[in-house]
């Protein structure tokens, strides 16, 4: 199509994102509510050149893409339930061998096949801990269709520059929802590529632990030979049981998010100054919670809203500083309170954190939490 106007679902814009973001390669297998993601791409990526792979299963799928990563080329699974369960070893290995790569986690109702076809928000922990051990992960929760389009493009963005890992995590709801979308030219997005050894394939050193934290990474195929391990390894990219280098190589995989926190965190803020309600929210309950904005003010009642985007690393500090003003933070979420509890530590419990739960699959209804604020007048 001419136009980059269109009336999309959220799963297909996810798919037409990774293609604008420079994907060319998708390994998955079907999976109830992010089919959609792998049906667009079997029909999309052949036409540019790109290459998908229906694979056996879900492990294989995760492998499959992180082999073409070291082969360079931007590549994306997707995926809801179970299937993420399964992916959460090799998304470790590519944590700890710092391999680009992206992963779609469509939300589905849990634990085990649980709700097929209905939406959730019970993985939101696992995409930050499912995976063993001490790592590096950044996720991204949109709440539109044109939002999981642009930040498809930040995630490909953001792996690249930092070498990680990055989860796009959606609910049915964002997945399936329709709406109006247009979206930029590609010429005018901005597409970020890993960076490149200066170095020549003898002096070249795969995981060098220099002042950036994010070492270059050398394609294979590309004259560079190097080794790549889910051991814990030294600079050369060969295991070691050398507890200096065990400590700088760990310390190092840990921390280079840390330095860049300024550009991975994003949220939105509503801020009504003699609001002295506030809700914090993310994905499809943000839809929710907005809605139930505009109820209270029809009730004269002033509510702050903090919309959680990047959600792994938390906006720990930004939610903080947003709870300074206020007596009361509801959290709506469509599961037990799994963020809530993030909350509750960033605001260190100096003010009253509420909760919205509901766990049927069904989204949160805007009255639900228009009653709950009405609760803390």
């Given at each position: 199509?001419?136009?980059?106007t269109?009336?999309?679902?959220?799963?297909?814009?996810?798919?037409?994102?990774?293609?604008?973001a420079?994907?060319?390669?998708?390994?998955?297998?079907?999976?109830t509510?992010?089919?959609?993601?792998?049906e667009?791409l079997?029909?999309?990526?052949?036409?540019?050149?790109?290459?998908?792979?229906?694979?056996?299963?879900?492990?294989?799928?995760?492998?499959?893409?992180?082999?073409?990563s070291?082969?360079?080329?931007?590549?994306?699974?997707?995926?809801?339930?179970?299937?993420?369960?399964l992916?959460?070893?090799?998304?470790?290995?590519a944590?700890?061998a710092?391999?680009?790569?992206?992963?779609?986690?469509?939300?589905?109702?849990?634990?085990?096949?649980?709700l097929?076809?209905?939406?959730?928000?019970?993985?939101?922990?696992?995409a930050?801990?499912?995976?063993?051990?001490?790592?590096?992960?950044?996720?991204l929760?949109?709440?539109?269709?044109?939002?999981?389009?642009?930040?498809?493009?930040q995630?490909f963005?953001?792996?690249e520059?930092?070498?990680?890992?990055?989860?796009?995590?959606?609910?049915?709801?964002?997945g399936?929802?329709?709406?109006?979308?247009?979206?930029?030219?590609?010429?005018?997005?901005?597409?970020?590529?890993?960076?490149?050894?200066?170095?020549?394939?003898?002096?070249?050193?795969?995981?060098?632990?220099d002042?950036?934290?994010?070492p270059?990474?050398?394609?294979?195929g590309?004259?560079y030979?190097?080794?790549?391990?889910?051991?814990v390894?030294d600079?050369?990219g060969?295991?070691?049981?050398?507890?200096?280098q065990?400590?700088?190589m760990?310390t190092?995989?840990?921390?280079?998010?840390?330095?860049?926190?300024?550009?991975?965190?994003?949220?939105?803020?509503?801020?009504?100054?003699?609001?002295?309600?506030?809700i914090?929210?993310?994905?499809?309950?943000?839809?929710?919670?907005?809605?139930?904005?505009?109820?209270?003010?029809?009730?004269?009642?002033?509510?702050?809203?903090?919309?959680?985007?990047?959600?792994w690393?938390?906006?720990?500090?930004?939610?903080?500083?947003?709870?300074?003003?206020?007596?009361?933070?509801?959290v709506?979420?469509?599961n037990?309170?799994?963020i809530?509890?993030?909350?509750?530590?960033?605001v260190?419990?100096?003010?009253?954190?509420?909760r919205v739960?509901?766990?049927?699959?069904?989204?949160?209804?805007?009255?639900?939490?228009?009653?709950?604020?009405?609760?803390?007048?």
């Amino acid at each position: 199509m001419s136009s980059r106007t269109y009336m999309m679902q959220g799963n297909i814009a996810v798919a037409e994102g990774a293609i604008d973001a420079g994907c060319r390669f998708f390994a998955g297998y079907p999976i109830t509510p992010s089919s959609e993601i792998a049906e667009q791409l079997s029909k999309r990526l052949p036409e540019i050149g790109g290459r998908f792979i229906q694979m056996e299963d879900e492990i294989a799928a995760m492998g499959a893409i992180i082999g073409a990563s070291l082969g360079g080329v931007k590549a994306l699974t997707a995926t809801s339930g179970p299937g993420f369960s399964l992916k959460q070893e090799n998304i470790g290995y590519a944590s700890i061998a710092e391999i680009p790569v992206v992963i779609v986690n469509v939300m589905r109702g849990g634990p085990s096949t649980g709700l097929p076809t209905l939406p959730a928000q019970g993985d939101v922990m696992q995409a930050r801990w499912g995976t063993h051990g001490d790592h590096p992960i950044i996720t991204l929760t949109p709440a539109s269709v044109r939002e999981s389009y642009d930040m498809t493009i930040q995630a490909f963005n953001m792996s690249e520059k930092y070498r990680v890992p990055v989860i796009i995590l959606l609910d049915e709801i964002i997945g399936h929802v329709h709406e109006k979308v247009t979206f930029p030219e590609v010429d005018q997005l901005e597409i970020i590529n890993r960076k490149k050894p200066d170095t020549t394939p003898e002096e070249y050193l795969p995981y060098i632990n220099d002042e950036s934290l994010i070492p270059p990474m050398a394609n294979f195929g590309d004259g560079y030979r190097y080794h790549v391990t889910g051991l814990v390894h030294d600079e050369t990219g060969f295991p070691t049981n050398d507890t200096d280098q065990i400590e700088a190589m760990l310390t190092r995989l840990n921390s280079k998010l840390d330095k860049y926190l300024d550009e991975i965190i994003q949220y939105e803020e509503n801020i009504v100054p003699e609001a002295k309600i506030g809700i914090v929210t993310y994905g499809s309950s943000a839809r929710s919670s907005r809605h139930a904005l505009r109820l209270a003010d029809e009730q004269n009642i002033p509510v702050n809203m903090f919309r959680i985007q990047t959600m792994w690393p938390f906006p720990t500090d930004a939610i903080n500083e947003f709870s300074k003003n206020v007596s009361h933070l509801i959290v709506p979420e469509l599961n037990l309170g799994q963020i809530a509890h993030e909350v509750e530590h960033a605001v260190r419990r100096e003010v009253e954190v509420l909760r919205v739960n509901k766990i049927t699959g069904e989204p949160i209804n805007p009255e639900e939490i228009l009653t709950k604020i009405k609760e803390c007048l």
